[in-house]
């Protein structure tokens, strides 16, 4: 996946997994990576700066927690402003997809 395309979504990615749970940084690597059947791999590079701007805005909290085995993490949590950003962000991707679709006529492939 081309990492141009990848920028457009992360944060709407990030924001939606962790609506589902709170997560520490490599599980959110590796549950976007299984949720999008591998077409979706974060380095930990690209991951943690996307955090911080989501924490900065008030969308996500962090806290420190001991993992299943044992080791303390920091866990991310969406906020109820976060819930509300990716609302928003969602319909923003619905519009932008269904542009895309008008243009290209729905088909991906020829």
């Known amino acids: 996946m081309d990492k141009r395309y990848m920028a457009l979504g992360t944060s709407m990615l990030v924001l939606k997994l962790l609506k589902q749970q ?42 420190q927690r001991t993992s299943e085995n044992g080791r303390l993490r920091k866990y991310y949590a969406l906020t109820t402003h976060g819930e509300t950003m990716l609302d928003e962000k969602l319909k923003e991707w619905e519009i932008y997809q269904t542009a895309i679709n008008q243009v290209i006529g729905g088909v991906l492939f020829e």
């Not at 690597?29 to 700066?49: A, C, D, H, K």
């Open 22 to 63: 709170s997560m520490y940084g490599y599980q959110i690597i590796r549950e976007l990576e299984q949720q999008s059947q591998n077409v979706f791999r974060l380095q930990e590079g690209t991951l943690y700066p996307v955090l911080h701007i989501l924490e900065q805005q008030g969308a996500v909290t962090s806290f």
